[in-house]
């Protein structure tokens, strides 16, 4: 195969891989200069060549930190940096697929932004696209890529060097002739296989006439010339250039790929296209501006090496003055201006500096902003930089030190602003509660904030409602922001509202008062609020929705940056997912949570959350193992006043005590639980915890339960939860097989399932018509296959399977192909007679009353008894 | 993650699935020369087993594509022609819009792969 000498083994690998169904990725890792995007190129070529649509995407450092900005290419216009990019980018492919299998090359993915790697993720998981995809040893790669190879979609392909027999091929293709032994062997000799280094020393040789040309052949005159290794090859590349090219290398090299305009001011741009020609140097397009990069990072590392500390500060400071007098300069370069002067150790105002650190806290980088704000704060410790880098400690999750430097000595709060003493007020009250879970103190400062600036009182209600929603007082939060005020619409009052009617049973009215799932960009509240959203919409009935509003929050949450909010959605979508009966999904996405929310401003009530959520998992699934570890850590944990979403992990608990120690001692916990969710009227959670009895057995001690608190529910959950409550405890079949259906039609389908198998349980108690008992037990069967593996009790003690003789079958699956029983009993040396009593109990088994229905039933059936 | 062919319904469903595919094939002028008749059941049972095995995310499919096909002509309208009934009889066996242009993508891939 032209383009991959030595790699043919490595070519064939890819190519049994995107014939193997069960993988959708490779993933090419190997050295620098190792022949890795070689090796890609030559693969598109091959498949496009095939009948496969190609679409090359590559990661650069430069734009790392931009979502999505590697797929940009592809869309007509630039990003608009909203949901609709990834439509668009997922339109672009879909048209230039034109019917045909889509190969995605990913050069270089260790480069990409988190955004596009989770695309490409996605693309591959969703099979619409194969992904082949380059990374460099030693680098990390996104979470996403590294995911595609834990998921078990991608293999791993390791690029070594080329082998000793593969050499003369590799130097006759790089010279277009062949070279004699001597040179394959003084090739090997000074590099070890590596095609970079080796392509970089034959031209090398062949230019400074070490090699020549006789006979056909490239024969060895003197000794190579070049140094021992690709850095020092390159090295002297460099260093044979002029001042003025190694000036322009030298900016490049500290400052990170510039655009044209701007290093065109700092060096003559002939030199430019001088470095372009000698293939240093390369431009690209990017938001309708030439960018200008090395050609290879090797170049990058050789040349920052050669760098004094010096010169590189000269440098800087010559590309912040450059950029800020620019007249092209855009709002975000404040935060290249800063970090360059900060860099270059000189003129950074504190002004500067905050300003920055403001940029880069809404832009989630925060550990930029702490490192911009710290420098600003230490050389003017105003209260001012103290909030922003408070800010920044806060969204990483340091809470700690967020409290210590609000309340640094050095900071004058008398001097501050009414506008900084408020927002200082707010970051302490968001430390307090959501940090370290203490309410009352949070309240405190809350209010002794609305003494001092009284027109701060509407942010103040909803603060305070959402300390109430958060913990479980929701009639208190409700009283701070009734529906239709003004505080009801700020982002802590959606949260609240959401929260609390939900939890007093209202989803439906929690819905309607908020409206269309609201936009705050980021803020603490966008996570509570995915959250919130996510839990009313199924506590509504909703599920579906529940998960396609989820993944949307979710995907907008990551190619923002947002840790915070990705940790509420994905707590969300895990609930959602547990009660549509994906368990393992479920559990992935609260194991996500957890993950990420250390490090994030949901470090305390985030990790709850997801951890209650695994818990219930966990539990429910009848991997008590995972169970117990979850709930020990989840005892581990402090105190932490916002309890109102760990239901899941209380409810958790008893499931694991139900496996354990039996469903007696689970249902006295439930009891009490459901007691103590009362004076509250936590009735949402309530009537999940009376369910639960139900499911342990005690549907009686449900509904005696149930009637201490009748109350009107809405949406369409609610109330189906408490018709099948009610049902459960009867005895007649029907109205359970009606709640069941009603709960599968919400996306309720655990609860459907084991409801279904109830009502299949009471049909066959009761003696019911054998017919009818089948009937129930198909659609219980029915139900039971759309979910994945549940351990609770209805699972562990009922098997609705069908199960046929194998006489019964052999028959049935005659008739089923179209014989008339005379051919049956033809075949089967039996009597005719025989084949219809057959007959006729395989359509009572199984539910049917004609031949025809019959091979459809058939599938359904169980193995022979 | 349920496979493909857990989404799509299970080997009774592919069994209907097939046989209303070969249905269409043998149907269509394009395509309805490369079907005998007398080999019609053992393909369409050789169908089933593939599809189950290739749609439930099992590393090795039974047959070669390369090999099966070995001794035809195939030209792009035949794929196109061929890709289209399946699709078809997956519609018709009321498989989801999604797990349908899955399993199409999937299969039109390994396709596409065989020459590699």
Known sequence: MEGVIGRESEFAAIGAALRRPDLAAVLISGDAGVGKSHLLAATMRHAEHNGFAIVSVSGTRALADIPLAAFAALLPSRLAGDAGDLVQIRRAIHERAANRPVLLGLDDAHLLDEASAALAHQLASDLTAFVVATLRTGEVPPAAVTALHKDGLATRLSLDPLRRGDLGAFAAATLRTGVTLEVEDALWERTLGNPLFGRELLLQARDVGSISLREGRYHLVGPFAAPDTLADLVDARLAGLSDVHQRAIALLAVGGPLEIDLIERLVDADALVELEEARVLVADDQDDTLVVRFVHPVYADATRRRLGRLTARQLLRELATALDNSPRKRAEDVLRIATWRLDAGTDATPDLLLQAARLANRRNDFALAERLGSHAFEAEPSLQAAATVASAFVEQGQYAKAFALLHDERIDRAVASARDRFRAAMVEATIQFWGLGDGASALGIIDRMEAEQPSTADVAESFRASIHAASSRPVEAMSHVPVGSVTAHTPFGVFSVLTALTAMGKPDTALTAVGPMPEFGRSTSSAIIGVAYGFALIETGRVSEALRVGVEGWERAMREGDLHARVGWSVAIGWAELNFGRRESANRWFHDAAELAHNSAAARHGLLWALGGSLLAAAQGGDLDRARAVQAELDAMPHHDAIAHSYMGTRGRAWLAAAERGNGVAIEMLQQMAADALPGSNLAPRLRMLMDIARLGRPDLAVELLEQAPTEYDGTFLPALVAAIRALAGDDPAPVMDAAESLNDGGFRVLAAEIAAGAWQRAQARGDDARLVAQYARRAQELRELIEAYATPAFITTRPEVTLSRREREIATLVAAGRTSREVADELIIGVRTVESHLARVYAKLGVRSRAELSDALGLAGATS | ?116
């Not at chain 2, 799509?8 to 020369?33: K, N």
């Not at chain 2, 047959?63 to 030209?75: C, F, K």
Request: aromatic share 6%; with cysteine.
């Open chain 2, 1 to 116: 993650m349920r496979s493909l062919l857990e989404r799509i319904g299970g080997a009774p469903t592919i069994a209907r699935i097939v046989e209303d595919f070969y249905g269409r094939l043998t149907h269509d002028p394009r395509v309805l020369h490369h079907f005998d008749p007398k080999r019609l059941p053992s393909l369409k049972v050789a169908q089933c087993a593939w599809l189950a095995s290739v749609l439930g995310g099992e590393g090795t499919p039974p047959a070669d594509l390369r090999a099966a096909h070995a001794h035809l002509v195939i030209t792009d309208d035949q794929v196109n022609a061929v890709i289209t009934h399946l699709d078809g009889a997956m519609e018709a066996a009321g498989v989801d819009a999604e797990v349908r242009r899955q399993a199409i993508a999937l299969i039109s891939r390994l396709w596409h792969a065989r020459h590699f």
